[in-house]
């Protein structure tokens, strides 16, 4: 049998089957009485181009016409030549390496407020800074990393930050002090631990990018869209100091250049304002964060980005009154089965703080119990569990997240 008479009826042959499959349909004759090649190589890319018009119009899968096919040549006898070589297939393209960035946003606690070496009268000489802390016996290991073999600060290499404070430019550096809003570097925030943290588990870099500014609440100053009203001009704000941060990265941080930013996190530690509104703003609040975290998963274009809640601190173990029921509203809020991400995981962490109250005779600011007295051991403490929480979210392999607790029956240290 010649070898265009086979393969048109092979043609034939399946094209009848196909037929048979679904309801007959129309198909051009210069279609059905192309031009037979007498070598089969040749005519590979026809035959290819009959079968899938066949298919299509037909409504069977190309899997099923291959089988028809196959079972054609089988009944005439004949047998296909060796397919053509396949060419090898060209490697992807090598992924551009990343670096991660988290987001630490919130008001005056998240701006940081934890001494470094201040003393003398007006830090109660010296009690409860960072400096009595990594001298005492007692917590001098807690904090050793954060030292160099001659006792000099570590500046790490593959952490850096961001912050921008109200009505300054932008700070950016290595992870380190004084990204905060005094002009100094005595002060300190959660970053410190929390960098250190991310940094010692992430192998790419990190940027961390503070969107904190003191004295503004949720109900009205990060007002998210979703809660109706008029958006915040700090939810604004904050997003725009995000999205700067990212499109500058490779420029303001030499160490960061050619790498792809891969925004990883977002930390909310924050409630002090709010409290001070018990009528308002409390009873909005669940519902508000719940907003937020939506929000800035849309606005960022992250939908499931893991996010971590910092429970309020101040000067309590205990909070009384409104102060506890806006610590439950941010626990609640951590709950809610609308932040699930898409695979059904809840991707937010409620951490308590309030076992790293410390007593304000044993703290640099006595005075001020909204900004945790100033105690730097508690500004790490905090900064460790939010890094924790984060690490047991975005860390493949990493512990669970296990929170501190105040010890039963603990009572609350005066505040002064």
Same mark, same amino acid.
């Given at each position: 049998?010649?070898?265009?008479?086979?393969?048109?009826?092979?043609?034939?042959?399946?094209?009848?089957?196909?037929?048979?499959?679904?309801?007959?349909?129309?198909?051009?004759?210069?279609?059905?009485?192309?031009?037979?090649?007498?070598?089969?190589?040749?005519?590979?890319?026809?035959?290819?181009?009959?079968?899938?018009?066949?298919?299509?119009?037909?409504?069977?899968?190309?899997?099923?016409?291959?089988?028809?096919?196959?079972?054609?040549?089988?009944?005439?006898?004949?047998?296909?030549?060796?397919?053509?070589?396949?060419?090898?297939?060209?490697?992807?393209?090598?992924?551009?390496?990343?670096?991660?960035?988290?987001?630490?946003?919130?008001?005056? !606690?998240?701006?940081?407020?934890?001494?470094?070496?201040?003393? =003398?009268?007006?830090?109660?000489?010296?009690?409860?800074?960072?400096?009595?802390?990594? !001298?005492?016996?007692?917590?001098?290991?807690?904090?050793?990393?954060?030292?160099?073999?001659?006792?000099?600060?570590?500046?790490?290499?593959?952490?850096?930050?961001?912050?921008?404070?109200?009505?300054?430019?932008?700070?950016?550096?290595?992870?380190?002090?004084?990204?905060?809003?005094?002009?100094?570097?005595?002060?300190?925030?959660?970053?410190?631990?929390?960098?250190?943290?991310?940094?010692?588990?992430?192998?790419?870099?990190?940027?961390?990018?503070?969107?904190?500014?003191?004295?503004?609440?949720?109900?009205?100053?990060?007002?998210?869209?979703?809660?109706?009203?008029?958006?915040?001009?700090?939810?604004?704000?904050?997003?725009?100091?995000?999205?700067?941060?990212?499109?500058?990265?490779?420029?303001?941080?030499?160490?960061?250049? =050619?790498?792809?930013?891969?925004?990883? =996190?977002?930390?909310?530690?924050?409630?002090?304002?709010?409290?001070?509104?018990?009528?308002?703003?409390?009873?909005?609040?669940?519902?508000?964060?719940?907003?937020?975290?939506?929000?800035?998963?849309?606005?960022?274009?992250?939908?499931?980005?893991?996010?971590?809640?910092?429970?309020?601190?101040?000067?309590?173990?205990?909070?009384?009154?409104?102060? !506890?029921?806006?610590?439950?509203?941010?626990?609640?809020?951590?709950?809610?089965?609308?932040?699930?991400?898409?695979?059904?995981?809840?991707?937010?962490?409620?951490?308590?703080?309030?076992?790293?109250?410390?007593?304000?005779?044993?703290?640099? !600011?006595?005075?001020?119990?909204?900004?945790?007295?100033?105690?730097?051991?508690?500004?790490?403490?905090?900064?460790?569990?939010?890094?924790?929480?984060?690490?047991?979210?975005?860390?493949?392999?990493?512990?669970?997240?296990?929170?501190?607790?105040?010890?039963?029956?603990?009572?609350?240290?005066?505040?002064?």
């Amino acid at each position: 049998m010649a070898m265009d008479m086979s393969m048109e009826l092979i043609y034939q042959h399946c094209w009848a089957i196909g037929a048979d499959l679904a309801q007959p349909i129309s198909i051009t004759t210069e279609l059905l009485t192309a031009r037979m090649w007498r070598d089969f190589f040749r005519i590979g890319d026809e035959f290819a181009h009959i079968l899938i018009v066949i298919t299509a119009r037909c409504g069977v899968s190309l899997r099923s016409m291959l089988t028809l096919f196959a079972a054609a040549c089988l009944a005439l006898q004949f047998t296909p030549a060796p397919p053509l070589p396949v060419a090898p297939l060209t490697p992807p393209a090598t992924r551009q390496p990343t670096f991660k960035v988290f987001i630490l946003a919130g008001q005056s !606690n998240m701006e940081g407020q934890g001494v470094v070496d201040l003393s =003398g009268k007006d830090y109660n000489d010296g009690r409860g800074t960072l400096v009595s802390v990594a !001298n005492a016996p007692d917590t001098a290991a807690l904090v050793a990393h954060l030292r160099n073999p001659d006792n000099s600060w570590k500046r790490r290499d593959d952490v850096f930050v961001r912050y921008t404070p109200e009505g300054d430019p932008a700070k950016m550096g290595p992870l380190a002090f004084g990204f905060t809003p005094y002009l100094d570097a005595h002060h300190f925030g959660p970053e410190l631990q929390f960098g250190h943290i991310l940094g010692d588990a992430i192998d790419e870099p990190i940027l961390l990018v503070k969107t904190a500014w003191g004295g503004k609440s949720l109900y009205k100053d990060f007002r998210p869209p979703s809660s109706g009203g008029e958006t915040g001009p700090y939810y604004r704000r904050m997003i725009a100091d995000v999205r700067t941060a990212l499109a500058r990265a490779s420029d303001e941080f030499p160490s960061l250049k =050619g790498r792809t930013p891969e925004l990883a =996190g977002f930390v909310w530690y924050h409630g002090w304002n709010d409290g001070c509104e018990p009528d308002r703003a409390v009873p909005e609040y669940e519902d508000n964060l719940v907003n937020l975290i939506g929000d800035v998963r849309r606005d960022l274009g992250v939908a499931d980005l893991p996010v971590v809640i910092g429970e309020i601190t101040g000067p309590w173990v205990e909070a009384p009154d409104e102060w !506890n029921t806006l610590r439950r509203a941010q626990a609640a809020a951590a709950a809610r089965a609308e932040l699930r991400a898409s695979d059904g995981t809840l991707r937010v962490c409620f951490v308590p703080t309030a076992a790293f109250v410390r007593a304000p005779g044993d703290s640099p !600011n006595p005075g001020h119990g909204h900004h945790e007295f100033g105690n730097a051991e508690t500004y790490f403490l905090v900064g460790d569990a939010l890094g924790k929480a984060m690490r047991s979210l975005t860390v493949d392999g990493a512990p669970p997240f296990v929170p501190s607790l105040p010890p039963p029956q603990r009572e609350p240290p005066e505040n002064g």
